[in-house]
């Protein structure tokens, strides 16, 4: 099976695992004129145009920035330049950004913006967030502080250490092979006539395959069977890791959870491709006819697997 390149997966940076144990190999990186900054207010990000799409728009660190405030974080390397992430306030409109860039919110922008660069946002994004919201021993309280540029936390008091946390969401596309239908469901907050794949967080002392087997019984009754993993997509709103999947139906009669879900349905091949045909620009957006059919636009993990079945690859 070909790998897929969801939006957000195939960050190019090297994170530098082995080199940032040395602390002072982060502070030459730091210290280094060459190296570029990404500052993120309150979570969006510099983004400027080029050639009919959206690019990040890196900054030098201006001199007199709160680093010990707000450290920067190192996301990696690329030829040989560190790059880092640092919330804007360390040096609020000080960063030199070029004049035509914007502060945007990466899941607005992500269906213009490059693809490389969707990458390293998604890991900056999550990054910089988690630090934010970790500022305190879960063990006992106190103040902890960030190393290895920003790898992971360590209390100033106990022996703590916290590392970043990504938590796994499975999302399946259940098909009926037989009936050649698939199975999808909405929820109340989601525009008139949007459906997509079943989703949910996988449990402690779940496997993948668990977790899709009762994630697709608790949201739409049916027993899933032949759970096969597809690909994957990193989401940070704030830290998922989309794990897409198909499975069989074990069974057809939908009895879904009304606290969870609007409506649950199967759709024919033919209602699929009808609504694949839409342009993309349209998909998951509201303002269809009536009764239409909307699914996720291409930058979900969702069109993926239901492409991927509408086109037989599965
Ligand atoms: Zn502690």
Same mark, same amino acid.
């Given at each position: ?18 080199? $940032? $144990? ?15 900054? &990404? ?7 510099? =983004? ?16 007199? /920035? ?22 804007? /306030? ?6 030199? &950004? ?14 213009? &913006?490059?693809?490389?660069? /969707?990458?390293?946002? /998604? ?20 103040? @902890? ?20 946390? @990504? ?73 998922? &890791? ?18 969870? =879900? ?53």
């Amino acid at each position: 099976m070909p790998e897929f390149r969801n939006t957000f997966s195939g960050n190019p940076l090297d994170r530098e695992a082995a080199r $940032r $144990r040395d602390e002072s190999w982060v502070t030459e990186q730091l210290d280094n004129p060459a190296a570029v900054f &990404l500052p993120l207010r309150d979570l969006t990000f510099p =983004m400027r145009s080029e050639g009919g799409g959206m690019r990040l728009a890196w900054s030098r660190l201006p001199e007199d /920035a709160d680093v010990e405030r707000y450290p920067p974080l190192l996301l990696g390397t690329s030829d040989g330049v560190a790059r880092f992430a640092i919330d804007a /306030a360390a040096a609020p409109d000080r960063f030199a &950004l070029p004049d035509d860039a914007s502060f945007m919110d990466l899941r607005a922008a992500a269906p213009v &913006l490059d693809a490389d660069d /969707a990458g390293i946002a /998604a890991q900056a994004r999550a990054f910089l967030d988690w630090h934010q919201r970790h500022r305190f021993c879960a063990v006992c309280g106190d103040p @902890t502080r960030h190393v290895q540029g920003g790898i992971f936390r360590k209390c100033t008091t106990c022996p703590a250490e916290h590392f970043p946390r @990504t938590d796994p969401v499975v999302i399946t596309v259940v098909i009926d092979p037989e009936r050649d239908c698939c199975l999808l469901g909405r929820q109340a907050s989601w525009p008139p006539g949007m459906f997509s794949a079943l989703a949910g967080f996988i449990d402690h002392g779940e496997s993948i395959e668990d977790a899709v087997r009762r994630e697709v019984a608790e949201e739409s009754g049916i027993h899933a069977v032949n759970v096969r993993y597809h690909s994957s997509q990193p989401w940070p709103f704030p830290s998922s &890791l989309m794990i897409g999947c198909h499975a069989d139906a074990g069974s057809s009669e939908i009895n879904y959870d009304e606290w969870e =879900m609007d409506d649950v349905r199967w759709f024919s091949r033919s209602e699929i491709e009808h609504s694949l045909r839409q342009p993309a620009a349209q998909l998951g957006q509201p303002g269809l006819p009536e009764g239409a059919l909307s699914l996720p636009g291409p930058m979900a993990i969702a069109h993926t697997l239901i492409t991927a079945w509408a086109n037989g690859s599965v």
